[in-house]
């Protein structure tokens, strides 16, 4: 919808005045409930986004630089399994992943197109911008969009040589849906999947918890800001008038679960007022407001989701410390079309 000058760029956006509807339904479900929760996709505002990629560079943070490991180490055998020549990433973010896929595609010299899709504007269009330039030839089709509702506004593959696509799921991502809504977003993506296609599942595994929980405790403290700026973005968007400095950051890994949990615990009782929901919200002294659940799995946890979601696991790739996996699925063949 919006043509951004002299390049092969083209960015839709599905995000509009329904947008604001989407996180006012749900802070008006998720703060009058008794136990009270919001879903992480409100995380990342141009500022949220920011403040996620500066998590993805502190020590403690594992998966991404385990996972773009994995990717180089097997970024070619996966582009010489589809003949790929179209790459399209689920919550894109900064494409320093994409690259690693793109780069094989280039080499192989079947790359066309990247469609990042991701719900933040800026990282969308960002994406696109330094992707052309970098590589000249490849058309950008980005997508600003929410993938649990906008994957049918993405463009079709467009057939042909190199018509054959990746569908990238990266960073772990996925462990952010609780495990019945999980199947049914990998099931929409499988229905975008044609027969020679693949799908690149990125998972952060079950391991030592200790090295889970120092991952979402950074000593610089910026998961914590991040956490925090959940309350400045509903601050911002629906007038509401948090305090994010008397909330503090907690992070834990629930061993039932098999996954992470942060949530923002008052540290005083507190009156908040929503002001565009005309709702007033109250926090007692320690309350807790659950933001995020980070599943972590078992290779035999991820296989089984797939098969639950139509999909069948074509290869399983992993770090020597298996910290990580990537995994590689696709359409079973009887079921392809
Ligand atoms: C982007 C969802 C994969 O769960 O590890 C990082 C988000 N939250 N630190 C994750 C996140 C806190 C991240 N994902």
Known sequence: MTPLPDAPIQVDSW??????RTLANDVLDGLTKPFKELAPKHFYDARGSEL???ICEQPEYYPTRTELAILRDRATEIVERTGAGELLELGA??????????????????????????????????????????????????VVGDFERHLAHVPPADGGVGGNRIVAL?????????????????????????????LVLGTDLVKDPQVIEAAYNDAAGVTAE??????????????????????????????????????????????????????????????????EISAKFTAERVAADLEAAGLELDAWFTDEAQLFGASLARVPAAAAG
């Open 170 to 198: 990266l960073g772990g991502t996925i462990g952010n849906f609780p495990p019945g809504t999980r199947r049914g977003v990998l099931a929409k993506i499988a229905g975008l999947l044609g027969p020679e296609d693949r």
């Open 226 to 291: 991040f956490n925090r700026n959940l309350l400045h973005v509903l601050n911002r968007e629906l007038d509401a008038d948090f305090q994010p400095d008397a909330f503090e950051h907690v992070a834990f890994y629930d061993r039932r679960h098999e996954w992470v949990e942060m949530r923002l615990r008052a540290t005083r009782a507190c009156s908040v007022l929503i002001g565009d929901l005309d709702l007033r919200v109250e926090f007692a002294a320690g309350e807790e407001l659950r933001t």
């Open 93 to 142: 973010g900064a494409s320093d992943k994409a690259r690693v896929l793109l780069d094989a595609m280039r080499a192989a010299g079947t790359l066309r197109r990247y469609i990042p899709l991701d719900v933040s504007q800026s990282v969308v269009e960002a994406a696109a911008r330094t992707l052309v330039d970098d590589y000249p030839g490849m058309a950008v089709h980005g």
């Open 15 to 20: 995000l509009s005045g329904d947008e604001e």
């Open 52 to 54: 996620f990629e500066q």
